[in-house]
């Protein structure tokens, strides 16, 4: 999945991405995040997708912020970004039916929306590029609203793009790709899947294990863990700028969550 991201991003659309061994990792790898990985019938890597939380750290509000022309990030539970989505355009160039791109970028797409429904994520924020707008929106996956302005990023501009994770537009792409089976294979078929081409390195890719690729990633710094102190200013902040109520009921309900660590704050103070 690095690898490919790595292709993609680095080579084919120029972004400014750290790149080490063949693979793009960043901080926010680092954050735990939930990848959805689409594997081919030769068991390679051809498509992927990263979900992350809103509540902390993600790429629109600490990268992309440009994109946002000054406004405040979202910032909710149920809002989830959808980063690093790329396909093997090169090897899936000319295919049909289960290995086409289309059908790949509708697999994804699927999982995606699946995984984040059942994990009751309401919406979902990404930042893609013209072009994979038009593809959205030719596969009954059209971005419902946007977010500030579209800007220049590497090759390609980026645009903050908004979908609901709802039944309907999760049924759109299915009956547009023609897909009617749960897209999910189990831990055993997929790994199963994986190393019948693992050895062999299709595509130029190293077989590496997820310990060893994530040595690679950069260091923890870039997402230093926040002191009580750091917690209670960044809800303050985040109530004291909400846009309307429904930001400010967002930023509420994150502060009651932290509710225990910020007394935790108040109480070490009041023992000092």
Request: negative net charge; hydrophobic residues 40%.
């Amino acid at each position: 999945m690095h690898a490919l991201r790595a292709r993609v991003f680095a080579d084919r659309l120029g972004w400014e991405v750290t790149v080490k061994n063949g693979m793009e990792i960043d901080e926010f790898d680092a954050l735990n995040p939930a990848h959805v990985i689409c594997l081919d019938d030769d068991g390679d890597v051809v498509g992927c997708m990263r979900l992350l939380q809103t509540t902390g750290p993600h790429m629109l509000a600490d990268v992309f912020y440009d994109i946002l022309d000054g406004e405040p990030p979202l910032r909710s539970s149920r809002i989830w970004e959808a980063t690093r989505f790329c396909v093997d355009t090169e090897k899936l160039k000319g295919r049909t039916t289960r290995n086409s791109i289309s059908y790949v970028t509708s697999e994804v797409m699927i999982g995606a929306f699946e995984y984040a429904r059942d994990a009751g994520v309401l919406d979902a924020v990404a930042v893609i590029d013209p072009v994979m707008n038009r593809v959205m929106q030719r596969s009954r996956n059209a971005p419902y609203d946007y977010l500030g302005t579209p800007k220049q990023m590497g090759k390609v501009k980026a645009m903050a793009a908004l979908m609901d994770c709802s039944e309907e537009r999760i049924a759109g792409i299915r009956d547009f790709a023609g897909i009617n089976h749960d897209v999910f294979g189990s831990d055993d078929e997929v790994l199963s899947l994986f190393k019948e081409n693992n050895g062999s390195a299709g595509n130029g890719n190293r077989a590496i294990t997820l310990e060893s690729a994530y040595d690679f990633a950069p260091e923890p710094e870039a997402v230093r863990k926040p002191t009580r102190k750091d917690l209670r200013e960044y809800c303050e902040a985040q109530v004291a700028s909400a846009a309307n109520d429904e930001e400010k009921v967002a930023a509420l309900a994150l502060k009651l969550e932290l509710a225990e660590i910020l007394r935790g704050d108040v109480q070490n103070r009041c023992d000092a």
